[in-house]
């Protein structure tokens, strides 16, 4: 069980950097970034196409001239251009964070001795 005093020292700890919260808070951040953001862009999205007038015509519109004035070739070409656009995007955000949690990994291996 924690002491009162012990408490203290821990929120002192961490108010002052000696403890770092960073990794958990780091892989947290992680997944907000690169599940529930893209999830939630989708879903404000459709959510805006609904109820506001001007996002769905200027969806119709859009879908409309995509698939009218482009040929099935490069309607094709930029489909998997924007999947593989995408899948790079994650990539560089999984990098960033494995860049960042093995920067503190390295900081405690060092503090530590």
Excluded: C
């Excluded at 203290?8 to 108010?15: A, E, P, S, T, V």
């Excluded at 200027?58 to 995509?66: H, K, N």
């Excluded at 990539?91 to 860049?99: G, H, S, T, V």
């Amino acid at each position: 069980m924690r002491t009162p005093a012990r408490t203290r020292n821990d929120i002192m700890d961490l108010l002052t950097f000696e403890t770092l919260i960073s990794i958990p808070v780091l892989i947290a951040f992680y997944y907000l970034g690169a599940v529930v953001m893209p999830v939630g862009a989708w879903i404000l999205s459709l959510i805006l196409i609904r109820r506001v007038a001007l996002a769905r015509q200027a969806a119709e519109t859009g879908l409309e001239l995509f698939k009218t004035a482009l040929p099935w070739r490069w309607r094709l070409l930029m489909i998997l251009l924007f999947g593989g656009l995408f899948l790079f995007m994650e990539l560089m955000w999984r990098l960033m964070f494995e860049y960042l949690i093995a920067f503190m990994q390295i900081r405690d291996a060092l503090v530590a001795h």
